[in-house]
């Protein structure tokens, strides 16, 4: 029994799917538009009462929006009457037809009166003939659960009102705050999960300064990249064999380290400074220090991609959680100055070549950003590129192992001889309810399928840690510490 995957990598960024758009948890005071010098005086209700609205407006009209997806048809061009218009509108009309059918005259007082008063409302010259809304956003790269400031102004050559915003976000997206301004919109949103996120778009209802027609205009906020939070860890086991690149791991060979293994007699040209004193004394010889040589290890993180699956019980999803582990590792070998790449096996095979430095890492991380948008390959894998595993690399596996066809492409890495390291991520497996006895036989079922492909495994001598979501890394490297890492013979 296979856990049920809680989305495919396609389905997860499918155009239909929904936006998530939630209230914002703290909403700052709007800024309120400034009052016109022909205009009297406004009061402060009176001035709030627009921001207010939109406000309340950019919650409930972008939740319903949200829910059959970003909009596809692009706003009217177009002004038209807004809600004020309307009202007077309607007491015109309604009171000529009573004054007609009744005869009575003095009915035509009211709509004398609703339409002087259109007549002196009227935008006249003061209406924007250019009208449009543009947004930035910063940062355009974050970790999950870090804010993106968006900023929405509109440009205009007019006398506009506050703009009443309707916020759609992207898929992963919450909305923290939002403030209305007289010329736009502030919003502070928060992405839960990594990915290559499209933050959404927001329509701005925008009246004249009269409020008595208005225009819709649409702005999209772009695209950011939000990496993953990578998990704690330290540990950098290396492998028995070491390119002959000098670093900061201690090799069982003498070289120019740091880390003294031993003394050994004086050759003649040697330096003074390496000489071991009391050595030298005990045996009325001179005797000088051996030093351990120091290289550099090469790795390369192996992703697991071919399903992303749901912890019934905590909500995770696999996915992330290999991720986040991959990220954790590759952080800690990079600070050893040592070269990390990347495979990564699933809808298309994505590989990066071994590398150093801080670059390396959202280099590593942006190859993968898209990775949930691949279509899920069915049948079996292609056959690993000679260039995505450097000879005598060391190869970190990160799987749930849920799929067999996992085991055929760790064969492939421990058949050119690369050590290898299984890291298994316990996500996914399936709820069962405690009264049927056919889920718990499908549920010892599955917990015996997965045992089964540890014992495989162990059995080619490739040792399985079992990283704990939510725990360091450094728990499950542990015990690797005590040996060095050896891969077959070629």
Known sequence: MKPAPATTPAQDAAPAEPATTQAPT????????PALATDPAPTPDDTDRPARRARALAVARSARASAAGLPDSPPSPHWRPGEQTLRLLTVATVAALAALVTGHAWLLAPAAFAAVLLALAAPGGSRPTRLSAESTARPRRCFEGEPVAVHVTVDHDGRIGPPEPVVTLGPGLALDALTVTPNGVDLVLRADSWGRR??????????DARGLT????????GTVDVFPVPDAAHLTPIPVRLPERIGEHTTAHEGTGIEVVGVRPHVPGERQRRIHWPSTTR????????????????AVVLLDTLADYIDTATGRRSLDETLRAATGLTRAYLRRHDRIGLVAVGGRLRQLTAATGDRQFYRIVESVLEVRQDRPRRGPLPPLPLAA??????????????????????GQVRE?????VVVEIPVGEPAARP?????ALALRLWHAEREAMRATLRGRGIPVVRHTPGETLDLALGPLLRRRITGAAR
């Open 26 to 33: 703290t909403t700052q005071a709007p800024a309120t538009a």
């Open 198 to 207: 499209h933050l959404g778009v927001v329509d701005l209802d925008v009246p």
């Open 214 to 221: 208005r225009r819709t205009v649409r702005t999209d906020l």
């Open 283 to 298: 045996r009325d010889a001179v005797q000088i220090n051996q030093f351990a040589a120091e290289r550099a290890a090469d």
């Open 389 to 410: 595993l450097p000879g005598h690399a060391l190869v970190y596996a990160f799987t749930p192992l849920s799929d067999q066809r996992i085991l055929d492409v760790l």
């Open 416 to 420: 050119r001889g690369n050590p290898l």
């Open 435 to 439: 009264d049927d006895e056919t889920d």
